[in-house]
């Protein structure tokens, strides 16, 4: 297979889980609609956690705490993390596929983005 089947076939780790949980994966360039909502997505999980990253330094700093809000806290800190991670996968991988090709994760001008419809 050569360079332009192996970037036409990458495999991409998305930011969702599927049913009971399993990973979800699209194939293609990078530039097709599913990857561009995945981009959005992943920023949207990466926003959130830092502002829920905020709210736990206020709630923690508060001696009148309690352990009902620090259940909730903890609930929440676990679901971002583990989005948190699954988008520094999802990048890490993709990462490594664009040391064999430095073009692959080059923006593809001319297509619009997920904020732009």
């Not at 036409?8 to 561009?36: E, F, M, N, T």
């Not at 676990?78 to 692959?104: F, I, K, N």
Request: proline letters at 4%; a negative charge.
């Amino acid at each position: 297979m050569n360079s332009e089947e192996q970037e036409a076939h990458a495999v991409r780790l998305l930011p969702w889980a599927g049913q009971d949980g399993k990973p979800c994966y699209v194939l293609g360039d990078g530039s097709g609609y599913v990857s561009r909502m995945a981009d959005g997505i992943e920023s949207v999980q990466l926003g959130m956690s830092g502002d829920l990253l905020g709210h736990a330094a206020a709630l923690l700093a508060d001696r009148k705490v309690t352990w009902v809000e620090l259940h909730f806290l903890a609930s929440r800190l676990s679901e971002s993390l583990r989005e948190v991670r699954r988008v520094a996968e999802s990048r890490g991988s993709r990462l490594g596929a664009a040391e064999h090709d430095p073009d692959r994760l080059r923006p593809q001008h001319g297509e619009p983005g997920i904020g732009s419809r």
